[in-house]
């Protein structure tokens, strides 16, 4: 039996606005609202007509507010994925499919939206989401530290080598230096900004850490059979799968041995190809949140793209690229080289993608997986189609 | 709510009184950390503070460089562990001792002292771990 979010939604439409940090021309909630109404406005769509509202990462633009300017005319779906990271973001697309299938709303935007002045420093509050005093008490403060241990411990107990962190920099600066939205925007890359720039938290300079842009992303689901009937052709989702398996979680660092030097998003990829009947070879091309470089490794993994043994050879910067790569993974630069909204600019890449709209097209492109915030304690995944295969 | 509020609030009395004690489920004998009220592998709720000595192996460890809110009382760089404490294969955050900045290697033995870290909120136990 097909599972029931199988092709059952789809995204109709998609809008980004993204700002250098603390550059935003207007406040967090209009920039959200500019973003919900070309998300609108992309699936020919009257925005008075959405009636339902999903985030994660503990943005704080409760929906209701939004009324007023959309014009809503009744909001009958508000819903957040717990977490204070990008854990949640493939998990917002399960929730909104819920209402949408179980009749509770017909148009839900998903969104995330973060501007400094309002929310303050996005790591800082992602810290206070989580922070406790056997944190204060060691100065490990920042996400960066917390997952700086599970890096170290990937790279000298697992026996991953180090290096391979920077094939998927730099095929994220590559496809970023193409995106003219993106932060890296024809810029050259070169790898040795990365081996020179500053340490952060060993193994972490400060180019393997995504960093924090001003914007709000939204993106409008509704159901495949509406979409077919709106402006732009329908990407489907497959499958969703949010949570954590035992052994994983808010563990005080804790987790499994088995887990510890993982994403936590095992039994999040297990679900999701059990329940689309796909494996990691269907997928044509990856977004993939990176927040730290070698937790998008660690994500790779759990995903099923490769192991601790052969990592090295398959993350390599001609295998993710769109050119050629079979593995293309990031391309519109990603959190890394286009920007960092908390993650929504991957599954705006993910719908550009799958319509062909990607500054860096992968030909023929049919799938697109989205992987969630890795090492956060709820982590979640979803498969996009632009057909129902 | 503050760390005397929490189920770990005897893991705190404790290391304020210059002692390691962690919990473990009296009936099923199973280890349980973050502490909790409750064995969730046998659901027994009889709970015992057990005393152990500061002895751990390196789990994982980072050096810290740059200068996070909150790391005020940290001279950089700063090393930090995730000691895994002998005889139970809990995993605590604890301060290394550092001062040649010689990586640590992971199942390297440690042995440890309490001292404090200085925050906004007063003043916080924490171990300072040396290798042996
Ligand atoms: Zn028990």
New interface residues.
């Given amino acids: 039996m097909t599972h029931p979010l199988y092709g059952s939604t789809a995204i109709a439409g998609v809008g980004l606005r993204q700002h250098k940090r603390g550059h935003s021309p207007l406040p967090e909630r209009s920039l959200l609202v500019e973003a919900v109404i070309d998300a609108c406005e992309d699936a020919g769509f009257d925005p008075a007509d959405v009636d339902g509202f999903v985030s994660y990462g503990d943005d704080k633009n409760e929906p209701v507010r939004l009324m007023p300017e959309l014009g809503t005319k009744e909001l009958r779906w508000s819903a957040s994925v717990w977490g204070g990271g990008g854990g949640g973001i493939a998990g917002a697309f399960g929730v909104a499919a819920g209402a949408i299938l179980s009749g509770q709303a017909k148009a839900v935007v998903i969104f995330r939206a973060l501007v400094e002045g309002a929310s303050g420093r996005m790591s800082a509050a992602v810290m206070a989401h989580h922070l406790n005093d056997h944190l204060l008490a060691t100065g490990m403060t920042s996400p960066a530290q917390l997952c700086a241990l599970r890096a170290n411990r990937l790279f000298h107990h697992h026996g991953v080598d180090p290096a391979i962190v920077e094939d998927l920099v730099r095929a994220s600066y590559h496809h970023g230096s193409r995106n003219p939205e993106a932060v890296s925007y024809g810029k050259e890359f070169d790898i040795d900004a990365l081996r020179q720039s500053r340490m952060i938290a060993e193994p972490f300079r400060l180019f393997d850490c995504s960093r924090e842009n001003d914007g709000a992303g939204a993106l409008l689901m509704v159901s495949a059979d509406l979409a077919e009937t709106l402006a732009k052709p329908p990407v489907y989702m497959l499958g969703c799968a949010q949570g954590a398996q035992a052994g994983w979680g808010d563990l005080l660092e804790n987790d499994d041995e088995a887990l510890f030097a993982t994403a936590g998003m095992r039994s999040i990829a297990r679900r999701l190809y059990e329940e689309t009947r796909l494996t990691p070879a269907d997928i044509d091309v990856v977004q993939l949140y990176e927040n730290f470089d070698a937790q998008g490794v660690m994500s790779l993994i759990d995903h099923g793209f490769c192991t601790y043994e052969n990592a090295a050879e398959v993350i390599r910067f001609d295998n993710l690229i769109a050119d050629g790569g079979a593995l293309p993974v990031n391309t519109s630069g990603g959190n890394l080289a286009q920007g960092f909204i908390h993650g929504i600019g991957l599954p705006i890449e993910a719908v550009r993608q799958l319509r062909g709209e990607s500054s860096n097209p992968v030909p023929g492109a049919r799938t697109c997986l989205l992987a969630g915030g890795p090492g956060a304690p709820t982590v979640s995944s979803a498969i996009f189609a632009n057909e129902v295969l | 709510m503050s760390?005397f509020d929490g189920p770990d609030a005897p893991y705190?009395e404790a290391l304020e009184d210059g002692r390691l004690m962690l919990p473990r489920c009296s009936a099923c004998q199973t280890w349980i950390?973050?502490a909790a009220h409750r064995c969730g592998a046998c659901h027994a709720d009889d709970v015992q503070w057990v005393e152990m000595p500061l002895e751990a192996t390196v789990?994982?460890?980072?050096?810290?460089?740059?200068r996070?809110?909150?790391?005020e009382?940290?001279e950089l760089?700063?090393t930090?562990v995730?000691a895994e404490i002998a005889h139970c294969g809990?995993?605590?955050?604890?301060?290394l001792e550092d001062p040649d900045r010689v990586d640590p290697?992971?199942g390297q033995r440690l042995t440890g002292t309490i001292g404090s870290?200085r925050?906004p909120d007063g003043e916080?136990?924490?171990i300072n771990w040396s290798r042996v």
């Fill in positions: 760390r705190w950390w973050p789990f994982t460890w980072t050096r810290t460089w740059h996070f809110g909150l790391t009382d940290f760089p700063f930090t995730l809990i995993r605590l955050l604890g301060n290697e992971i870290t925050t916080l136990p924490v």
